[in-house]
């Protein structure tokens, strides 16, 4: 077997299929096999390179492994009018002036591919011996491929093909690519003495491999967007997104109250004994405009999320305890009142088409590799000697609490990455100033508190909500993914 190597250096390739409608993927034999034949001319037309090219033409259509067409972005800029490097000989000489010349209009179109390596792969190659050297150094003398600013790094190699999708000839292929011929390096040299320009060869069909399936990103154990219900702030006083602890006691009771008697685990969070449940139940979580670039960290509502792995006669449960929560009026809305307090009372609507992107669960239930924490992570206890180690180990072990595997990297911080986020701490550690603010004889009060980020090897399905109080709306982590802001 024969393989070429072409490395795009600048990491796009620049050429146009001959009828200028698109950029031209994959790179073409036929235009590979001309940019050889001008590294000959280049080198002063050596007879052993001559006798190479035509052996290298008379070779079967090769395979070729490169991106699938859907894997590679096409870039196209709007027509320019440039003057043509040529001009009709019975012109007068004026005309050959680059500023006299007639312009004519062009699409400089480019594919950029997510591998910057193309190979083509001949699997019969008989009498290669005697013409490798002279193809090698033919190789080295080559530049660009396509366009002049197309950059590129030639070289013939043993094929080794690592089991990626190839590019093959095929009577039912969905692309038809030139390819060099029997008699193609005579035929370019006709076009030459005659200065004319190339014309296309022959075509052969290949068909396209098909795109590996994306790798099944690993899920948390709390739902996906269709588990969310949404609550839109809809008057009276909005607390602080620093009181949501108390927001989560107060929605939590109201479910509880309204819900079946006696209250169901997957609700209250504690099984009918009275201890502390061991298996996933419902979270309350806030809604804030955090992370765009312009973020203010005002609450703009809440969520009830239901555990992925909830029974639909949980469901049953949970949708019959919001149903007494928000009842629905003769209007088709759903309105329910929190009483945080003697004095602040805070009317919200439940919502199945949020007003702002914050609020929208697909936003928090997004595959990605890096989160960010949006409200801080309550650590299970103190390390030892405040021990960063220990706290990696610590927040490391939340994540496998919540089905996730463990990070490759952990950052811890007092302050959010996310813009919006409130601080873990007061400035300062000033305890008189703001901070975060529970109910009495809540367990997780005195919990540690951090800000981190989060890396995984594999990207991870959201929401990601970490840590002791993770059923209370701490922990909730941001996909760091670009979002372009509302």
């Known amino acids: 077997m024969l393989e070429l190597e072409i490395e795009l250096l600048t990491g796009v390739y620049r050429a146009v299929l001959p009828d200028n409608s698109a950029a031209e993927w994959p790179p073409h034999p036929e235009r590979v096999f001309s940019a050889l034949v001008q590294s000959w001319g280049d080198g002063g037309c050596d007879a052993k390179e001559r006798a190479a090219l035509e052996w290298l033409e008379s070779l079967p259509a090769p395979r070729i492994e490169a991106d699938p067409m859907r894997g590679c972005h096409q870039r196209s800029a709007p027509p320019v009018f440039v003057p043509p490097n040529d001009s009709p000989k019975d012109k007068v000489k004026i005309t050959l002036l680059p500023d006299r010349r007639s312009r004519q209009a062009r699409n400089f179109q480019v594919a950029i591919p997510v591998r910057s390596t193309v190979r083509l792969i001949w699997h019969e190659v008989p009498g290669q011996a005697g013409h490798r050297t002279a193809l090698e150094t033919l190789a080295r003398r080559v530049a660009s491929l396509g366009h002049s600013a197309s950059l590129v790094r030639f070289a013939f190699n043993d094929a080794t093909n690592d089991g990626s999708p190839l590019w093959h000839p095929d009577t039912d292929g969905n692309v038809a690519l030139r390819v060099a011929h029997p008699g193609r390096l005579r035929r370019l040299e006709d076009w030459l003495s005659k200065d004319e320009r190339p014309h296309s060869g022959m075509w052969i069909r290949y068909l396209e491999p098909q795109p590996s399936p994306p790798?099944?990103?690993?899920?948390?154990?709390?739902?996906?967007?269709?588990?969310?219900?949404?609550?839109?702030?809809?008057?009276?006083?909005?607390?602080?997104?620093?009181?949501?602890?108390?927001?989560?006691?107060?929605?939590?009771?109201?479910?509880?109250?309204?819900?079946?008697?006696?209250?169901?685990?997957?609700?209250?969070?504690?099984?009918?004994?009275?201890?502390?449940?061991?298996?996933?139940?419902?979270?309350?979580?806030?809604?804030?405009?955090?992370?765009?670039?312009?973020?203010?960290?005002?609450?703009?509502?809440?969520?009830?999320?239901?555990?992925?792995?909830?029974?639909?006669?949980?469901?049953?449960?949970?949708?019959?305890?919001?149903?007494?929560?928000?009842?629905?009026?003769?209007?088709?809305?759903?309105?329910?009142?929190?009483?945080?307090?003697?004095?602040?009372?805070?009317?919200?609507?439940?919502?199945?088409?949020?007003?702002?992107?914050?609020?929208?669960?697909?936003?928090?239930?997004?595959?990605?590799?890096?989160?960010?924490s949006a409200t801080p992570v309550l650590l299970d206890r103190y390390p030892?000697?405040?021990?960063?180690?220990?706290?990696?180990?610590?927040?490391?072990?939340?994540?496998?609490?919540?089905?996730l595997p463990e990070p490759i990297e952990i950052e811890i911080y007092k302050y959010p990455a996310v813009q919006g986020g409130p601080s873990a701490y007061p400035p300062g550690g000033k305890r008189s100033g703001p901070d975060w603010s529970f109910p009495k004889g809540t367990k997780f009060a005195s919990r540690?508190?951090?800000?981190?980020?989060?890396?995984?090897?594999?990207?991870?399905?959201?929401?990601?909500?970490?840590?002791?109080?993770?059923?209370?709306?701490?922990?909730?982590c941001l996909p760091l993914v670009e979002e372009r802001e509302p």
């Open 448 to 476: 540690p508190r951090r800000h981190v980020i989060l890396r995984f090897a594999e990207p991870v399905e959201g929401p990601v909500l970490i840590g002791a109080g993770r059923y209370h709306g701490f922990g909730l």
């Open 215 to 372: 790798a099944q990103a690993t899920k948390s154990v709390f739902g996906a967007a269709q588990d969310w219900f949404v609550f839109e702030d809809a008057g009276g006083g909005r607390p602080d997104l620093l009181a949501f602890a108390h927001v989560a006691k107060c929605v939590r009771a109201s479910l509880m109250k309204h819900g079946p008697q006696p209250s169901p685990e997957i609700i209250s969070g504690h099984t009918p004994d009275g201890g502390a449940s061991s298996r996933p139940h419902l979270a309350i979580v806030p809604l804030a405009s955090v992370g765009w670039s312009h973020a203010t960290g005002d609450l703009l509502g809440f969520a009830v999320i239901l555990p992925r792995t909830a029974e639909s006669s949980d469901r049953d449960r949970v949708l019959r305890a919001l149903g007494g929560f928000a009842p629905v009026n003769v209007d088709s809305e759903a309105y329910a009142e929190l009483h945080l307090s003697s004095t602040l009372r805070w009317r919200v609507e439940r919502t199945v088409t949020p007003s702002r992107a914050s609020l929208k669960p697909e936003r928090w239930c997004r595959a990605a590799i890096s989160w960010a």
């Open 384 to 403: 030892d000697h405040g021990d960063p180690t220990e706290e990696g180990r610590l927040i490391a072990a939340a994540c496998g609490n919540i089905g």
